[in-house]
């Protein structure tokens, strides 16, 4: 019989375990988006919205939600996964469009506030928008998009039986 402290201390180990392995995915699914997010922000900027930064950063960041739904659906969140998927993209979709505010509201301050209109800046008031919504959007995936209560010391949730965790629920 387990003392209640070992368990405690198994608990917390098992939370931590869980908790690491998603930031990281997050952390590499969030580094392909930004990529995409960013990329697609400077196409767009130097080309068919050469004057409309923010109306960039919109379409820009609506590409990278879509990529970004999938890769942690997929694999960040795969074994959180509670609901139907449109359910489940509607709550995402809404995330990150707060997300998006804070992104766009971070350059049109720089660009329209300050009066700082150079790609280069537009690009530093990007960086700083998707920092602050990364934050913000990694809390609200655990809170509500991807809020099913893991177990950490179940069997569902060891890295060797995530995949039949994930074939239990409805595939986008």
């Not at 608990?11 to 590499?28: A, D, H, P, Y």
């Not at 009066?115 to 959007?137: M, W």
């Not at 950490?152 to 060891?158: D, G, H, L, Q, Y």
């Amino acid at each position: 019989m387990t003392s209640p402290a070992h368990a405690f201390v198994d608990w917390v180990r098992g939370t931590i375990n869980v908790l690491w392995r998603e930031v990281v995915k997050f952390g590499i699914i969030g580094a392909l988006a930004f990529v995409v997010d960013v990329g697609t922000m400077n196409l767009l900027r130097n080309t068919v919205m050469e004057d409309k930064p923010t109306t960039a950063k919109v379409v820009s960041a609506s590409v990278a939600t879509v990529f970004s739904w999938i890769g942690n659906r997929q694999w960040t969140f795969r074994a959180r996964r509670n609901r139907p998927a449109h359910h489940e993209f509607a709550l995402f979709a809404f995330t990150n469009i707060v997300a998006l505010v804070i992104g766009a509201g971070a350059i049109a301050f720089s660009h329209y506030g300050l009066g700082l209109k150079t790609l280069f800046a537009d690009n530093i008031a990007n960086v700083v928008g998707i920092g602050l919504g990364t934050l913000f959007r990694f809390w609200a995936y655990r809170k509500f998009v991807f809020a099913n209560e893991l177990d950490p010391a179940s069997e569902r949730n060891s890295p060797n039986t995530a995949p039949s965790a994930r074939n239990s629920s409805s595939l986008p």
